[in-house]
């Protein structure tokens, strides 16, 4: 996970693309959009689509949780 960094002084210390200020918060946005991949790499070429999938992987462990909970309609 080197392509994902925080540090305090950029975006208030969100989850970032290393050398970027862009989200890992923004990307996902885009892509929950329905922004393909390579849209974003054309608007934003200074990141590569290993940026992306880093972004990807970092929501995914930040979701890890070895408790289950059972969810219930309210």
């Known amino acids: 996970m ?11 210390g969100k989850p970032i693309i290393k050398g970027t200020r862009l989200s890992v918060e923004f990307i996902l946005n885009l892509l929950a959009s329905g922004v393909p991949e390579q849209e974003i790499l054309t608007d934003y070429q200074h990141i590569t689509i290993e940026d992306i999938h880093a972004c990807l992987l970092y929501a995914a462990n930040s979701l890890k949780n070895d ?3 059972e969810m219930e309609i309210a």
């Open 67 to 69: 408790i289950y909970l």
């Open 2 to 12: 080197t392509r994902i960094v925080t540090i305090a002084k950029i975006l208030g």
